[in-house]
């Protein structure tokens, strides 16, 4: 392409210069730049190349960062970003140091919220609106732009009812593509679906994109989903009834991709007095084949459970299980694909359930399920079940239900920045009276973990593990049921490592060895309960450190250096050093970076070794 627009632009106001010719132009080569950037860094794909003519239309049209524009979820506000002066830091984007993948506060005054949860924007926008209402407001316009995904949260719906009961002036755009993050899955998708399907809105057949692709088990689920919107949206016939009687103005649907239409709708509406919601069809992935083609997540981005890798570990035990357990069911919140159920779901298609991004929701199904007589398995990103953890404890908990909770991503992620690190789990399930924490250090030992889990009936069990390659080891290497397993037998420091944390703890080991130091390692495997072998063994020693990636105080380590303190057991407490994740907001990195900066390297570890047992010297 010989145009060079995109280089020109260094503000939103930039755009108001170049014609409808140009603009066209300017689409095109914005899409082949995120493609030629996301190949290159990694990120979110098709949500960005769906979204290029609605963020135009949005910047030509309102004035940011004086008008407030919200993105929900923020990994589609790549175009955003482009538009407001950070194209020539695309290079970075992901990178350490670099341009976050989502809006950041710190990077622009035209991102208000770092928004890389779903369903929460409709919260911002009532707020932000209310106070810019205020009799000493700035009277500023608030727009929030929300896909069809993010309806299928609850918190999107209290949002929804606030927004209309209030009249604030708040510009919604419902940004509509059949998809979260897999196709959607909710009896409103299912309304929307309607809309885009009826030839009265929309005029051409390549305007439209059916919602429930042809994967088998979604499109069969869709008809008998749990509903993951509150009764009144079942009875609904159009989105208009059910907007306009929550007191929200509904206009639409539009295409999503005609420029000129959008700036239009959005100029007649930018001035209306309440809240009002325009309504677009748009297409994931939108120009680039790969995408468009990918049946599952349209590219929503380029990670991919990968061979050798814990999820891949998980996807296995989980159909081995199932076939020996007709009770088993499956439960993921609208991510079928990264948390490894897509094969589970093709072959146990009546026993996977997706919820849509509705994981509170899926939480307290699940205890229901339980109470039913299944064996719910919750597959979900550690960083999303703490958007439940009220579930967790008063309906699972508190009711002592087996429902199995299978955490992908638990630790330093990386890429995905502080929204994403799955810092949290340990704290707060360990907390939870009854529950069950276990951490495999191995491909293998996910699986037996997940057998010995299902052997539980008395109360919940969580496993937890890591982004990152699982090793691969014997069968003399694997632990059993609750109980840790020592690795190396030593005299004067005792290592306890937490999951993944274990090959550092070793490689520690070594270099330890190397100085005359003697240590003792332990992959203590079952967080809650603790293994009292364990613990006594450590007591042992003159000095014990523990090595985590979730959060240090409150975490596993703390709870071991407790039992200690407190065990009674006859001699010396041993000094104890404490190793994990501070607790503070952890930008995005590598994760072996932001392990090292943490101390949790192998240099790290043996470092917190040698202080320790210079204070017992």
Request: charge should be negative.
């Amino acid at each position: 392409m010989d145009t060079n627009h995109l280089q020109k632009i260094t503000c939103p106001a930039d755009l108001r210069r170049l014609g409808d010719e140009e603009l066209t132009e300017l689409a095109e080569e914005i899409r082949e730049f995120i493609v030629d950037t996301v190949n290159s860094t990694g990120g979110h794909l098709g949500s960005n190349l769906g979204v290029v003519e609605l963020t135009l239309a949005l910047h030509l049209v309102f004035d940011s960062p004086r008008d407030i524009i919200l993105w929900d979820t923020g990994h589609q506000a790549y175009v955003h970003k482009m538009l407001t002066g950070r194209t020539e830091h695309f290079k970075t984007l992901r990178q350490p140091g670099g341009l976050s993948g989502y809006p950041s506060r710190e990077e622009s005054p035209h991102d208000w919220i770092e928004n890389s949860h779903a369903s929460t924007v409709l919260s911002y926008a009532h707020g932000l609106a209310t106070a810019q209402q205020a009799a000493d407001g700035d009277q500023r316009r608030v727009i929030a732009v929300v896909g069809d995904g993010s309806l299928t949260g609850g918190v999107a719906f209290e949002g929804l009812n606030n927004i209309g009961h209030s009249g604030c002036n708040v510009t919604l755009v419902l940004n509509d593509n059949g998809r979260s993050y897999a196709p959607t899955i909710s009896r409103l998708s299912e309304s929307l679906l309607r809309v885009r399907m009826d030839p009265r809105y929309v005029r051409t057949d390549n305007q439209i994109r059916k919602v429930l692709r042809d994967i088998p088990w979604v499109g069969d689920l869709a008809g008998r989903a749990l509903g993951a919107t509150k009764a009144a949206v079942r009875e609904m016939v159009e989105p208009r009834t059910f907007f306009d009687e929550l007191g929200i103005s509904y206009f639409g649907p539009f295409d999503g991709h005609d420029l000129g239409k959008l700036e239009r709708v959005f100029s007649r509406v930018s001035h209306l007095e309440g809240p009002c919601l325009v309504h677009v069809l748009t297409q994931k992935g939108r120009g680039y084949a790969p995408a468009e083609n990918d049946l599952v997540k349209n590219m929503h981005d380029t990670s991919y459970a990968k061979p050798g890798s814990y999820t891949e570990a998980f996807t296995n035990a989980l159909i081995k299980e199932a076939e020996a357990r007709p009770e088993l069911v499956a439960i993921t919140a609208a991510m079928p694909d990264s948390t490894g159920l897509l094969p589970f779901a093709e072959r146990f298609a009546d026993r996977c359930f997706d919820v849509g991004i509705a994981e509170q929701h899926a939480v307290t199904a699940a205890a229901g399920m339980a109470m039913g007589g299944l064996r719910p398995v919750v597959a979900i990103y550690s960083t999303f079940l703490t958007r439940a953890i009220d579930q967790v404890n008063l309906d699972v908990g508190l009711h002592n239900q087996p429902v199995v909770f299978c955490l992908d991503r638990a630790g330093i992620t990386g890429d995905d920045g502080p929204s994403h690190h799955g810092v949290l789990d340990m704290v707060l399930l360990t907390k939870i009276p009854g529950m069950t924490v276990l951490a495999p250090s191995s491909y293998q030992d996910l699986q037996q973990m997940l057998h010995d889990a299902l052997e539980i009936t008395t109360g919940p069990v969580a496993i937890r593990w890591a982004k990152t390659a699982a090793p691969s080891v014997p069968e003399d290497q694997v632990g059993y049921g609750l109980k840790g397993r020592k690795v190396a037998d030593g005299t004067d420091v005792c290592l306890l490592a937490v999951g993944k944390m274990l090959a550092s703890a070793e490689e520690a080991a070594g270099l330890l060895e190397a100085e005359g130091v003697s240590a003792t390692v332990w992959d203590v495997r079952s967080v809650k309960p603790l293994d009292e072998d364990m613990l006594d063994d450590a007591s042992g020693h003159r000095a014990v450190v523990t090595i985590e990636d979730g959060w240090r105080e409150g975490g596993a380590g703390s709870s071991i250096a407790h039992h200690l303190a407190h065990s009674g057991r006859e001699g010396p407490v041993p000094a104890i050093r404490v190793l994990g994740v501070p607790n503070e907001y952890i930008p995005h990195g590598k994760p072996d970076q932001i392990l090292a900066d943490c101390g949790l390297d192998p240099a790290g570890i043996a470092e917190a070794a040698r202080q320790a047992l210079a204070v017992k010297a």
